[in-house]
């Protein structure tokens, strides 16, 4: 059942695609778009394109609008633009700024204690730090604690470090998705993972498993 499920979802996907790229001046090929826009299906250049495409008439539909807003909101961190500069307090509160520890090659982490996926994420995280850190790998854990169910949302944070054995830079404002570096980021789900090369430029974005060890040893090998 599982395969027959996802040989539907990928058929669904191939006649969606087909779709917006047939029928640039149809409505729902912006209603398509718009409901895609989050799943991480498309590259940010990709919906710009499908935009682009658009009619005037179609532009001016709620959904396209809000693909101009999402495309104008995720413009600054797309790949090939600069990584916004941020700076914010770590567990022992010393203000960090990343700027002041990119390597060969730095990875900016979205996560937090209460996030499951990022906590079964770590030890694949922990894996790729340990074998290319020598190499020139640099991390920064930004943290969306702050979560108005965790009592003691610092407490968590650092407990999470530890017990994952996170052994990278850390910083957080403890604000949940408030946390200004997240909004700077536009932030709206996590994990999320941006690679970053030495001079700051994005590379590549929320990689995981296998890709994302494949992507920092082609980077770093």
């Known amino acids: 059942l599982r395969k027959e499920q996802q040989s539907l979802y990928t058929e669904n996907d191939a006649f969606e695609l087909e779709f917006m790229d047939k029928y640039k001046d149809a409505a729902l090929s912006a209603l398509i778009l718009e409901r895609n826009l989050y799943a991480k299906k498309f590259t940010f250049q990709q919906i710009k394109n499908w935009y682009e495409g658009f009619s005037d008439d179609i532009k001016e539909t709620r959904s396209a609008k809000a693909i101009a807003d999402y495309i104008s909101n995720n413009a600054k961190t797309a790949i090939g633009e600069k990584a ?29 204690a209460w996030c499951g996926p990022c906590r079964r994420e770590n030890p694949n995280v922990v894996k790729v730090y340990e074998k290319y850190h020598d190499k020139g790998l640099e991390i920064i854990g930004v943290s969306l604690d702050g979560n108005p169910r965790q009592k003691v949302a610092k407490n968590e944070w650092i407990k999470a470090i530890e017990a994952d054995n996170l052994n990278w830079y850390h910083v957080s404002n403890l604000q949940y998705f408030n946390d200004p570096i997240a909004k700077a980021y536009n932030i709206n789900s996590i994990p999320a993972t941006f690679i970053l090369d030495a001079e700051g430029k994005i590379i590549a974005k929320d990689l995981r498993g296998a890709a994302l060890e494949a992507k920092i040893a082609e980077l770093l090998n």
């Not at 700076?87 to 203000?95: K, N, V």
């Open 84 to 112: 916004p500069e941020f700076s914010g307090p770590d567990p022992d509160g010393e203000i960090i700024a990343l700027n002041n520890i990119l390597g060969k090659v730095t990875i900016i982490d979205f996560w937090a």
